[in-house]
């Protein structure tokens, strides 16, 4: 089970910080992504992180968040989070995280099998 907490309204040029707590799996072997789907639009992949074959932990980010977003991973809490920087109205959408077992990977929706509720994001002008 995942659930995303942290969304809000903000200002544009504001922060927020998304957790995602997972529970009922084994955290460490799975990838966890964040997703987001703005009003009549297709949901679009934000972030991924999770380990490499060799057991790093790696991050990737869609270039429209990087250097803006970051994402980090707490294995004694089970929580992986999406801090948000110098948010922009276009980043308005509700967000989910997911995951997936095995490796991390560029956040494609249809690699993720198990999903959160969502949580909204609005940024204002």
């Known amino acids: 089970q995942l659930v995303e907490s942290g969304g809000g309204l903000v200002q544009a040029g504001g922060s927020l910080r998304l957790s995602c707590a997972a529970s009922g799996f084994g955290f460490d072997d799975y990838a966890i992504g964040w997703f987001r789907q703005a009003p009549g639009k297709e949901r679009e992949g934000v972030s991924c992180i999770g380990k490499t074959d060799g057991g790093k932990y790696v991050t990737y980010y869609v270039d429209s968040v990087k250097g803006r977003f970051t994402v980090s991973r707490d294995s004694a809490k089970n929580t992986v989070y999406l801090q948000m920087d110098s948010l922009k109205p276009e980043d308005t959408a509700v967000y989910y995280c997911?995951?997936?077992?095995?490796?991390?990977?560029?956040?494609?929706?249809?690699?993720?099998?198990?999903w959160g509720q969502g949580t909204q994001v609005t940024v204002s002008s």
């Open positions: 997911a995951a997936r077992r095995g490796v991390a990977v560029v956040p494609v929706a249809r690699l993720f099998r198990s």
